[in-house]
């Protein structure tokens, strides 16, 4: 059973834009901070983004700030990554993540995970 599903993912040119959700399958996270992780191919897993339950903290790893931005609608149970002027790097498999804290996942952790969506950027 999923817990955490995501969608959006895709092909896209570089400088164009995807916008990830993350919607919740059987429990509805409430209290939880909800992220983004991602891992290229050949490469360690790594922090994104993350929100607090309320949205009103957020954490962007530096090579994301400024072109990403995260955020929740806790009444549909859902968290959106909205990508913007992506560059070939990004490239990787996206990964939707809960966890009681939000700060403890830009430490790279989280307690729940989701399957993963595909983006590339091709140049």
């Known amino acids: 059973q999923v817990q955490l599903v995501e969608s959006g993912g895709g092909l896209v040119q570089a400088g164009g834009s995807l916008r990830l959700s993350c919607a919740a399958s059987?429990?509805?996270?409430?209290?939880?901070?909800k992220g983004w992780f991602r891992q290229a191919l050949g490469k360690e897993r790594e922090f994104v983004a993350a929100i607090s339950w309320s949205g009103g903290t957020t954490y962007y790893a530096d090579s994301v700030k400024g072109r990403f931005t995260i955020s929740r609608d806790n009444a549909k149970n859902t968290v959106y990554l909205q990508m913007n002027s992506l560059k070939p790097e990004d490239t990787a498999v996206y990964y939707c993540a809960a966890d009681r804290a939000s700060a403890a996942m830009s430490r790279g952790g989280a307690e729940y995970w989701g399957q993963g969506t595909q983006v590339t950027v091709s140049s």
């Open positions: 059987g429990r509805t996270f409430s209290g939880y901070g």
